[in-house]
């Protein structure tokens, strides 16, 4: 993690057990002062910085968290005095909540001989207060303080921005926060106490920021509030350093205490701890100068008893000034390429935005606004007709789930179905055959018995079919409804900008769908009324009357064969279950063309005997002997026939009943085709007359407006919101296009230059053409362990691609194996290699990534690639 590679960079340069930061590093020519850094270092270290200032100047803070360095400690722990150490600017102090609101302090080494120079401002102000001396600055941060806290109750959450320039003063950026408030004091509301501790919870939060942990060294550092706080949100100690403050006022005794949280025995950071001595309270009074403090902080830690024996690089603002400078670096370093890509990805969201709110073009004259509904109403039919028939490839189509008209109409049609389909009569219900019997005999008339007259099924079939005119009215209505809706949000999406046009469009709508909808149901009322006169060429009916007189057939035999059952005490069948198949074959047998059974096989049980010699047939039968007897046999066998008879007197023969029941098959078997048949008509109808229609019609109508200059101006008059929504997405737009320019060219200065690492260790840059001259795959000799090199290989895509499998680890593209026959593999391509930039452009995020790599043509391919110690060369192939 960024963090952890800082505190790699640390632990290198500390000896061993010293756990504190380390001091700057010695080139030739020395310091330039006491607290700068040498000039070659610090060209280095200034692009980083102005990186991260200008991401804070683009008003990004509240989508893009940038690196930063924040204090934060309790109430009088010395943190103003810390900062003071740090700028030279001689920050308010005294007890209680002395900073009331936070104050980012950016300092600037300025060239040798230039003066000293210093601005103030607020994050919400358009101007700056300039300030000719230190002293003059802490009063403009007074007043300041003073302005954004009047009407807050003592406390503000807006921030106070000090950019300060001198030839003494650090390259670096810090933030001070408000001391930690437990208890409001007088003159204060309850509610600084939670606002405080609010802002200060939302600093630790930041993942990118390294919390500067501002703790009085003659304080137990187990009460430490703000250490408790960093550890919940930094557990490891990555990206919190402590600084321990006021070793003067330690008392006798307690030094063994304080040296084992400075070595980072006791409460350990992974940052360490450094201890300064800033100005005290006496020296304050004294008007002792900044130098002099320095000096005294020295001679402190030098003379001391304790401490003179422990690393000097544990103590003194120096140091602390070094350390932070390069963690600062490091942190914006190690978070270049994940801010980056999320930079990346809001530019492709304010983009779509910025698509969504486009005024599609310009209309000052007539000429314009007639080309812009040309241009409009086009727009609007091209996604209308993909919506009415179901294709949806088009993006607003398919990040508006709501304007898949088709997908929601099939959910009306089959509504509608369902409908028909519940209000279908119980024709086989036993009560609905005697309600239709009662009715066939108050409607007989002149028939002969035996006949049904076919009035009577006329009148039955148009009482069913008059139910089917309310589903159907409904479902256009529910229709014209749905394509209203779909057509508002289309146009509130294509002509986003123009309100008295989208009302105009959806009011045109309104009126063809009203228009519509009443010639659908007008044709819906004809096909309930065709539907009325039965008619149908169709085989379904008489196969389907046959089916179901056959099934009445089937539940007789099987009521009649179930009564033998239960005559037999259950037990008949149960005993001959295990020669039901051997019967059934039997039957089949014995069956003649016409249906019938033979005489000899009439009057013989299943078994294959006769009557009166049951057990023929080798036992194995229905009814052999082993099971029944020849006289049980023939008993169930009059049993069954006498059920049958009674069932078909009561359903063939010649009364009110049996032609009820026969109707009731009729009837069935019509309702069914007809149902069907009309649900069919009726949703074409709904698509024909309301769907299919709308796109012709709203164009014709929008067409005859474009010589109405009239209403066309008062159309094209803009929402001042839209416009004011545009105005503010084109300036985050710009915003983050420079903040994503500025990022990309400080990673192509970083990739173009010998030390390809920046700061980091091990940053050296390999150039290949293939596997020969490659560098070689870690572990070669030569070559440290912890050494990562950055590689560039070049070679073909062929007709696979590259042949690479990567994987997305922690935002890194990492190779992590090879197909069959891979280039990639050949060319020099290592196991754990990470991808930096396809033919010199960075390529974003993971499927970003694997896109372009898709996109490939065949030929040569250019791969940056960051070779680490946990790169493997792979076996070859």
Not at 287 to 308: I, L, M, N, Q
Not at 755 to 774: H, T
Request: net charge neutral; hydrophobic share 35%.
């Amino acid at each position: 993690s960024p963090a952890s590679s800082s505190s790699q960079m640390m632990a290198t340069s500390a000896p061993p057990g010293a756990g504190g930061p380390p001091g700057p590093r010695k080139k030739s020519g020395g310091l330039a002062s006491g607290m700068d850094l040498d000039a070659q270092y610090a060209a280095k270290v200034r692009p980083w910085l102005e990186l991260a200032e200008d991401l804070r100047t683009l008003s990004l803070d509240n989508t893009l968290q940038v690196p930063q360095i924040c204090v934060m400690g309790d109430q009088s722990s010395g943190k103003s005095s810390v900062l003071e150490a740090l700028s030279g600017v001689p920050f308010p102090r005294g007890s209680g909540l002395v900073t009331r609101c936070p104050c980012r302090m950016v300092m600037r080494r300025s060239s040798p001989g230039a003066g000293w120079s210093a601005t103030a401002g607020t994050t919400s102000g358009n101007q700056s207060i300039a300030a000719d001396s230190p002293e003059q600055l802490t009063n403009i941060i007074a007043r300041l303080m003073d302005s954004l806290t009047r009407s807050s109750g003592g406390f503000a959450t807006e921030a106070i921005v000090v950019r300060l320039s001198s030839p003494d003063a650090p390259d670096l950026t810090v933030v001070d926060l408000p001391g930690i408030v437990r208890t409001a004091t007088a003159g204060q509301s309850q509610a600084v106490v939670e606002e405080v501790n609010s802002l200060i919870e939302e600093y630790l939060g930041q993942e990118r920021t390294i919390i500067l942990a501002v703790i009085p060294a003659n304080q137990d550092v187990a009460t430490v509030d703000i250490l408790e706080r960093a550890r919940r949100v930094d557990p490891l100690g990555e990206r919190t350093l402590g600084v321990l403050t006021k070793p003067d006022l330690i008392g006798p005794g307690n030094e063994e205490e304080v040296v084992a949280v400075l070595t980072n025995v006791r409460k350990p950071l992974k940052l360490g701890y450094v201890m300064v001595k800033n100005r005290s309270q006496a020296q304050i009074k004294q008007k002792t100068s900044g130098e002099s403090a320095k000096a005294d902080e020295t001679r402190f830690f030098s003379t001391h008893p304790v401490f003179s024996r422990l690393d000097k690089r544990l103590f003194g603002i120096k140091n602390l000034t070094t350390s932070l400078t390069k963690l600062l670096v490091a942190r914006i370093q190690d978070e270049l390429a994940p801010m980056k890509r999320h930079v990346e990805v809001l530019l492709s969201k304010v983009r779509a935005d910025v698509r969504a709110v486009d005024s599609r073009g310009s209309a000052e004259t007539p000429n314009e606004r007639q080309k812009l509904l040309v241009t409009i109403t086009q727009e609007i039919i091209r996604h209308l007709n993909d919506c009415v028939r179901g294709e949806y490839r088009d993006r607003l189509i398919v990040c508006h789930p709501n304007l898949r008209l088709y997908t929601r109409a099939l959910v009306i049609f089959q509504e509608l179905q369902r409908r028909v389909s519940e209000g279908a009569p119980e024709f086989r219900g036993k009560e609905f055959v005697a309600s239709l019997a009662t009715q066939l005999d108050g409607l007989r008339g002149r028939e002969l018995p035996g006949f049904m007259s076919a009035q009577s099924f006329y009148m039955f079939i148009q009482e069913y079919v008059d139910a089917w005119l309310a589903p159907a009215r409904m479902a256009a209505a529910q229709t014209r409804a749905l394509a209203g809706e779909v057509v508002a949000e289309l146009v509130e999406n294509i002509a986003v900008s123009y309100p008295v046009l989208r009302d105009a469009l959806q009011d045109l709508t309104a009126s063809i769908l009203e228009q519509t909808e009443d010639k659908a149901v007008k044709l819906l009322e004809g096909l309930v009324q065709r539907e009325k006169d039965p008619f149908t060429v169709n085989e379904f009916l008489q196969a389907h009357i046959n089916k179901l007189r056959y099934d009445r057939f089937a539940a007789a035999v099987e009521k009649s064969f179930v009564s033998v059952d239960k005559s037999q005490g259950g037990n008949y069948f149960q005993q001959n279950s295990s020669n039901s198949a051997a019967a059934k074959g039997a039957r089949g047998n014995t069956t003649s063309n016409n249906g019938t059974s033979s005489g000899a096989a009439r009057d013989s049980p299943p078994g294959g005997g006769s009557s009166s010699s049951p057990k023929r047939g080798g036992g194995g039968g229905f009814g052999s002997s082993s099971s029944v007897s020849g006289s049980s046999w023939q008993a169930s066998k009059e049993h069954v026939a006498s059920s049958l008879r009674h069932w078909y007197r009561d359903a063939h023969g010649v009364s009110s009943a049996a032609n009820a029941e026969d109707m009731a098959a009729i009837l069935e078997a019509y309702w069914t085709l007809a149902s069907k048949r009309f649900v069919d008509n009726a949703c074409m109808c709904l698509d024909d007359t309301i769907l299919s229609t709308i796109c012709p019609k709203l164009q014709e109508k929008c067409y005859t407006l474009v010589h109405d200059d009239g209403r066309l101006e008062s159309y094209f008059a803009e929402d001042p919101n839209i416009v004011k929504k545009r105005k503010e997405l084109s300036q985050t737009l710009d915003r983050l296009a420079k903040a994503n320019a500025a990022m990309a060219s400080i990673q192509a200065t970083r990739t173009s230059s010998s030390s390809y690492s920046g700061l980091r260790k091990g940053g050296v840059v390999g150039e290949s053409g293939g596997p020969r001259d490659s560098p070689a795959a870690p572990g070669a000799a030569g070559r440290p362990a912890n050494l990562s090199v950055v590689v560039r290989l070049t070679m073909h895509v062929g007709d696979q691609g590259l042949g690479l499998q990567l994987a997305d680890e922690d935002g890194a593209v990492v190779v992590r194996g090879f197909r069959p026959g891979s280039h990639g593999q050949r060319a020099g391509v290592c196991l754990g290699d990470v991808l930096l930039e396809i033919n010199g452009n960075t390529p974003g995020s993971f499927m970003a990534t694997i896109q372009k790599l898709k996109a490939l043509d065949h030929g040569p391919v250019a791969l940056t690639l960051e070779r680490g110690p946990r790169s493997v060369a792979p076996a070859p192939s």
